[in-house]
């Protein structure tokens, strides 16, 4: 069985603040008062987030006049240790008595059938009669489907009411004259947030894969690097060497004293001729 987690003054927040009840809440106000440095530090931020559900009241235990009116006001109070005169603390929720109270926030935490009590009371409107932004709203929590038909078929065995309970709506059924609109809703399904944790562990691997990837790019530049360097030395050398060979076969000049015999026979023959 899952347990609900506590809460503190610290963690509230202007959603979550919707689950807590007034008892809790004075509970955690006391808690919290036993940090007395931290909580006057903090005091205005909590009230800040305590003061959209929330209205608070300090005052006597022994003041009944006084208690006994705010309970008639809807308020719970709690006893609380002595901080001055006052022992006691008033808390009532803030009730949601129009559409128009309604946020993203707190229609988290109705159900379908007190959102369509409020339409209900909203001036016979209906659905199509509301601000766009309350419907938005509305519909971040809910399925919403209207429909306006005669009064006979909306109403008629097996017809749309049925079938809409069937599946788990709640209906509101407002009169139009013979017509009926038809207002129906379901709580969509809670989908929880996730939230990526980025431990140290995780940027470590992360860095360490990073490193290994740039040491291997940079073995690998290094070796293509040598390798273009050796073979662009050996074509320098290769043209280096062809041209002090072509050098060398351009200063050479014939030497007479290794004239082959063959050449002292032409000679030789190209005299007689002459004479």
Known sequence: MKTKTKLT????????????????????IIDAKKKREEFQENEKHYMNIIKVVFDIQYLKR??????????????????????????????????????????????????AYEVLELIANNMGTGWKGLPLAVQDIIESAFFVDCTVMP???????????????????????????TWLEGIFMKPKPKVEKVHIDYSIDDEEDGRKRRRKHVEE??????????????????????????????????????DESNLQIEDFDAIDEVDEDEE
């Open 217 to 254: 790019d940079e073995d690998n530049f290094e070796e293509e690097s040598f390798e273009e360097e050796d073979e662009d030395m050996d074509d320098e050398e290769l043209k280096k060497l062809d041209g002090e060979v072509d050098d060398e076969m351009e200063d050479e000049e014939p």
């Open 151 to 177: 009064t006979v078929t909306m109403r008629k065995v097996g017809g749309i009411i049925d079938r809409r309970k069937e599946d788990g709506y709640e209906v509101l059924e407002l009169e139009k004259g």
């Open 9 to 28: 003054l610290d963690c509230l927040d202007k959603s979550n603040v919707w689950t807590v009840t007034p008892s809790e809440l004075s509970q955690m």
């Open 62 to 111: 022994e003041d009944t006049a006084k208690i006994s009116q705010l309970e008639n006001s809807h308020y719970e109070v709690f006893s609380t240790p002595d901080e001055g005169v006052n022992n006691a603390i008033a808390i009532r929720k803030h009730p949601i008595k129009k559409v128009t109270d309604l946020t993203l926030e707190n229609i988290q935490h109705l159900e």
